[in-house]
């Protein structure tokens, strides 16, 4: 025969019961933390993946992209060629691709003075001395 277990007050019986919820609830939601940390680093895993092949197209499509104005500005030298001397020919097209150039760093200097980086936590970091004084 079994020994029956040793009576209390009637409280042990539930407060072992309780104490084993609490353990039970304690290691699921460890099991539920830890299976989300795996699926958060197979969802970055995937993604890294992608984005590793849409870098690779956009560099792709950058080097065609540079390729294609290569050969455009050879056959407008070359065109130009046929009604000018080949010296002068080639001179407009470098001055065509300087005012391209300039243009576009013009453009790129006046966007890139109007960045404002971090607005939002330069003004929440200038506040948190005045939080601590209790202002």
């Given at each position: 025969m079994t020994t029956p277990p040793p009576?209390?007050?009637g409280n042990d019986k539930a407060q072992q019961s309780i104490g084993q919820l609490l353990a039970d609830a304690s290691r699921d939601l460890s099991t539920l933390l830890r299976q989300e940390v795996q699926?958060?680093?197979a969802e970055l895993r995937q993604e890294a993946r992608t984005a590793g092949a849409v870098v690779a197209m956009v560099a792709a499509a950058a080097i065609a992209a540079l390729l294609t104005l290569l050969f455009l500005s050879h056959a407008l030298?070359?065109?130009l060629s046929n009604v000018m001397d080949q010296g002068w020919a080639a001179?407009?097209?470098a001055v065509l691709w300087a005012l391209v150039g300039g243009v576009l760093a013009v453009r790129a200097?006046?966007?890139l003075s109007a960045i404002r980086t971090l607005p939002l936590t330069k003004q929440t970091?200038?506040?948190i001395p005045d939080a601590l004084?209790?202002?």
């Open positions: 009576r209390g007050d699926l958060a680093k030298w070359w065109g001179l407009i097209v200097r006046k966007q970091a200038q506040e004084r209790g202002r």
